[in-house]
């Protein structure tokens, strides 16, 4: 079956550092993988998504991805923090099949952001 | 541009009652789904809806069910509501050709059961 596992319940980092976000699967084919941040309240919005090709993917805001399939990894990364970052951030993978699909969400990373 | 509306925002029920949570998204999507976040948990599916006329349980469908009224709305109630069932309802949509996954969310609905 289809999981994701997200390691950090919580992190704090202080603007301006840089931060990765972990994030592993477990899925039988290739997957396809997706980073989602809600901001406090709101629903959730797409950073980025994995389909094929290119294991690094860019995403909105200045976030990116790389995608490790000998590490069944697909771990967040932004070089430069900033305080609107805070967040909380969700790692998924599609279980894809029939007329549709279904994500499989992990747990998530709450991430906050010291001045 | 609306996008995914859900109303309520906020309700409080006592154990027992039944209750309505309202989805309609306004971008001609053909999927539409319900998902459950609780703490510590993620978010879970509920329900989906693949187009207009089908709907299908996911992982936690017990306590739930779901109407596909149309193309543009998608319902979910809760016909005699528990303390478990607590939590801040989700509804997104996606659009049929769109890739998997790339689902479009509300701002969702927070239900507390007494």
Redesign the interface.
């Known amino acids: 079956a289809q999981s994701v596992t997200q390691p950090d319940i919580h992190i704090t980092v202080s603007e301006g550092a840089s931060l990765e976000l972990r994030c592993n699967y477990s899925y039988g084919a290739t997957p396809y993988l997706f980073w989602y941040v809600q901001s406090p309240g709101q629903g959730l919005q797409l950073l980025l998504k994995y389909f094929s090709g290119d294991t690094l993917v860019q995403g909105i805001k200045g976030f990116e991805a790389e995608f490790k399939r000998s590490q069944s990894s697909f771990n967040l990364r932004k070089p430069s923090v900033h305080w609107s970052d805070a967040a909380e951030y969700f790692c998924a993978v599609a279980a894809y099949g029939g007329a549709t699909n279904k994500l499989i969400f992990g747990t998530g990373t709450l991430l906050a952001v010291q001045p | 541009n609306a996008g ?1 509306t859900q109303t309520p925002k906020f309700q409080v029920l006592k154990t027992g009652q039944s209750m309505t949570l309202q989805c309609a998204q306004d971008m001609n999507h053909n ?1 539409m ?1 319900w ?1 459950r976040q609780d703490p ?6 509920i329900y ?1 809806s ?2 207009e006329g ?1 709907t299908d349980k ?1 992982e936690v469908p017990n306590g739930y069910n779901v109407s596909r009224l149309n193309k543009r709305e998608f319902s979910l109630r809760l016909e005699s509501a528990a303390p478990s069932q607590t939590s801040v309802y ?1 509804c ?1 949509s ?1 659009a049929a050709g769109q ?5 479009f ?4 609905s927070r239900l507390t059961v007494l």
């Not at chain 2, 890739?99 to 689902?103: A, K, M, V």
């Open positions: 995914v999927s789904y998902y510590g948990m993620g978010l879970r599916l989906y693949a187009s089908t996911g989700f997104a996606r890739g998997p996954g790339e689902l969310f509300g701002e969702g």
